[in-house]
């Protein structure tokens, strides 16, 4: 939004709502102080020096850190203000995604994580090169996640906290961005992902916490709980009488909430959100990101043991009970409060307020913040906001920095040195940041202005194909290398084609739909992602049927069926065997620097500049040579990271509280259907 668009009376609201009181910084500076100082302190907590320390937080993570790490991770801002944004314009049904992955997460601990630490990997790329063989899958999905992280997550979670910060303080976006980034890259280059778990444990409890605030004060504005019931249906904007209907076409439905707002199932032809689709199309989209996305997993393999792995699963499915709570339901009671700003319809007037005319939506969540919330507390509110873009933005920049360090560059220099895939990491962040930028003015038109949708439509054009060879190739062990690959990429050429038409011809709005035809965008996107899903599956099936099946010895601890297997296992990643010059993957995961050849010789080092040897330090990177660890070393490594042995007492405590928290689950589906 350019502050000089703005109407008069909006213009008039920011300026008396504008952080800039003793209150309201102290909050946010002492905020600052207590993240940085955590993951200062998270420097000296771990080794960063190694893959296995700087990536994996040192397997050293308790139940709690996960959990709290698991939401904070996907909880960034894109989900306050797209949660928020969506249910203001139309109602409950989106909070379907929230409670559709308190399943979900259950699958990830029960399910797929016991296969993914038998195998001993670090990425899922390193999962699928050992499963299939071959290096081509491997490559795909670390370049089709990356692009999702870019698209989808990085542009998503800086669009979103520019609109917060925009409204909070009248900043220019860009700077307000570039500045948040600069911090949040401060604490993910230098601590790892020991950092950022440690961080997120914090963040989650201040983002929670500040949600319930901003929570309390919009329901006593609104009236209560029964209130937003009664009111949401007639919360239309008044600037609609000046509408021109020969010139934008306006039906009543475009300013008149949705006669099925309070319902979690909708039709399922003409729901905005289809029951079919909210139960199946989000079930196949979670099965990517909750059960095979680099984010999640990276910080599942971080745990201890696989019991902390599925209590901090629950704590995470917990706590996934409340965004219907704490961002759908503010996000209508913005719509009430302030129905011609949140649900305007004029596109010049939707242009004056949030800077795009497709709608604005989006501002709901920060107006409650900026307009409802007193000195102090306010400044609470932009602490949340910040705690979830940072620590979103954090997770999925170590995540995408392992991808490509690990997948990527130690391909194309097989004999990269320790120290040399530490700064390619770090490095690498600073890309998918310039990139990101540029995307945004997509993402802020995309969808009718409805953010969430945005994330989950690009979603659905791209993920399930993913999650189809994920399954498959976990839980089949006939499923081959063929077979997955063209999979793969069939499903690619079938997502492609839908998602450039809807770039091409727009995804419209109510006053201007799209034009797009009804062969390339008749489909909701998630029915999209079923039918693509399924292709995919009947695809890799056939291929995998009609070619030579990978007999057992490579599959041992690779295949659900088979995570208990003793017997040895012959990799069929032939990629990772040792070269001349080239560490195993075993060295990669759990070594200190490499001593070079040329460290044997008896000579005196050139002692380096103090800048330098700090610089070093405070990146975790060794100034000389340490010893390799011996072979008993690696063997007790690799024996505690592939072990998923649990203790029967805390098992049965964490099932019971599956139990629980799935009866609960059910009820407020059945309540709110």
């Known amino acids: 939004m350019k502050p000089s668009a703005s109407p008069p009376s909006i213009t008039s609201t920011a300026k008396t709502v504008a952080i800039n009181n003793a209150a309201d910084i102290s909050v946010i500076t002492m905020y600052f102080i207590l993240v940085i100082g955590i993951g200062l302190w998270s420097m000296c907590r771990t080794n960063r020096g190694t893959v296995g320390g700087y990536f994996l937080a040192g397997r050293n993570m308790n139940w709690y850190t996960i959990g709290a790490s698991l939401f904070a991770s996907n909880i960034g801002s894109g989900h306050f203000v797209g949660l928020a944004g969506t249910g203001a314009a139309n109602g409950l049904a989106?909070?379907?995604?929230?409670?559709?992955?308190?399943?979900?997460?259950?699958?990830?601990?029960?399910?797929?994580?016991?296969?993914?630490?038998?195998?001993?990997?670090?990425?899922?790329?390193q999962y699928l090169m050992k499963r299939f063989g071959g290096n081509r899958i491997r490559l795909y999905l670390s370049l089709i996640s990356l692009f999702l992280y870019i698209f989808t997550k990085v542009s998503?979670?800086?669009?979103?906290?520019?609109?917060?910060?925009?409204?909070a303080l009248g900043w220019n976006i860009y700077v307000a961005v570039i500045a948040l980034l600069i911090i949040t890259c401060i604490y993910t280059v230098t601590g790892g992902l020991a950092a950022l778990m440690y961080t997120d444990t914090i963040q989650t409890f201040v983002i929670v916490a500040g949600a319930f605030v901003l929570m309390g004060y919009s329901f006593h504005e609104v009236g209560g709980y029964q209130a937003l019931f009664a009111r949401y249906k007639d919360a239309m904007p008044t600037i609609r009488d000046s509408l021109n209907s020969s010139l934008y076409n306006i039906s009543?439905?475009?300013?008149?909430?949705?006669?099925d707002s309070f319902n979690l199932l909708r039709d399922a032809v003409n729901g905005d959100l289809p029951w079919p689709g909210l139960i199946f199309g989000i079930t196949i989209i979670g099965v990517w990101f909750w059960c095979s996305d680099q984010v999640i997993i990276q910080r599942c393999l971080a745990a201890k043991n696989l019991t902390h792995v599925k209590a901090g699963c629950v704590l995470c499915g917990y706590i996934k009970l409340l965004p219907m709570y704490l961002m759908v339901m503010p996000g209508m009671i913005s719509r009430i409060l302030y129905p011609d700003e949140v649900a305007c319809v004029v596109p010049e007037e939707c242009e004056k307020i949030c800077g795009t005319p497709v709608g604005c939506s989006n501002i709901a969540y920060p107006k409650l913040v900026v307009t409802l919330m007193p000195n102090g507390l306010r400044g609470l509110m932009l602490a949340v906001m910040l705690a979830a873009l940072m620590s979103s933005l954090a997770s999925i920049f170590n995540s995408s920095s392992t991808l490509f360090t690990m997948d990527i560059w130690a391909r194309i220099r097989k004999d990269a040195s320790n120290k040399e895939l530490m700064i390619v990491g770090r490095a690498?962040?600073?890309?998918?940041?310039?990139?990101?930028i540029a995307w945004i003015p997509v993402v802020q038109a995309a969808q009718s202005g409805q953010l969430f949708d945005y994330i989950?439509?690009?979603?659905?054009?791209?993920?399930?194909?993913?999650?189809?060879?994920?399954?498959?190739?976990v839980f089949v062990q006939r499923i081959n290398e063929p077979g997955a690959f063209w999979g793969l990429i069939g499903g690619l050429a079938m997502g492609l084609c839908r998602m450039i038409a809807d770039f091409v011809y727009g995804t419209g709005s109510c006053v201007f739909p799209s034009s797009c035809p009804f062969i390339f965008c008749g489909i909701h996107y998630l029915h999209f992602a079923i039918i693509l899903f399924s292709c995919t599956c009947i695809l890799v099936l056939v291929i995998s049927f009609c070619t030579p099946k990978i007999e057992e010895k490579h599959l041992h601890r690779l295949v659900y069926s088979l995570r208990y297997s003793q017997a040895e296992r012959i990799d069929l990643d032939i990629m990772e065997k040792p070269k001349a010059n080239m560490k195993t993957q075993e060295e990669i995961e759990n070594s200190t620097p490499a001593v070079h050849p040329a460290a044997s010789v008896a000579e005196p080092r050139r002692k380096r500049n103090l800048f330098i040897r700090c610089c070093a330090w405070f990146c975790g990177i060794s100034s000389g040579p340490e010893p390799e660890p011996t072979e008993a070393e690696k063997v007790e490594a690799l024996r505690k990271m592939t072990d998923i042995s649990e203790s029967a007492t805390w098992s049965t405590v964490v099932n019971i509280n599956v139990l629980i928290m799935m009866c609960v689950a059910v009820f407020l589906w059945t309540f709110y259907a």
Do not use: H
């Not at 009543?252 to 006669?259: G, H, I, Q, S």
């Not at 659905?460 to 993913?466: D, F, N």
């Open 428 to 436: 690498w962040i600073l890309c998918i940041v310039t990139i990101s």
């Open 94 to 125: 989106v909070g379907g995604f929230e409670w559709n992955a308190l399943f979900i997460v259950l699958l990830l601990g029960w399910l797929f994580v016991p296969v993914y630490l038998t195998a001993g990997v670090i990425t899922m790329p």
């Open 252 to 259: 009543d439905k475009c300013y008149l909430p949705r006669a």
């Open 456 to 473: 989950q439509s690009v979603t659905s054009y791209l993920a399930p194909p993913i999650g189809a060879v994920v399954l498959l190739g």
């Open 156 to 167: 998503v979670d800086m669009f979103s906290g520019a609109v917060f910060i925009q409204q």
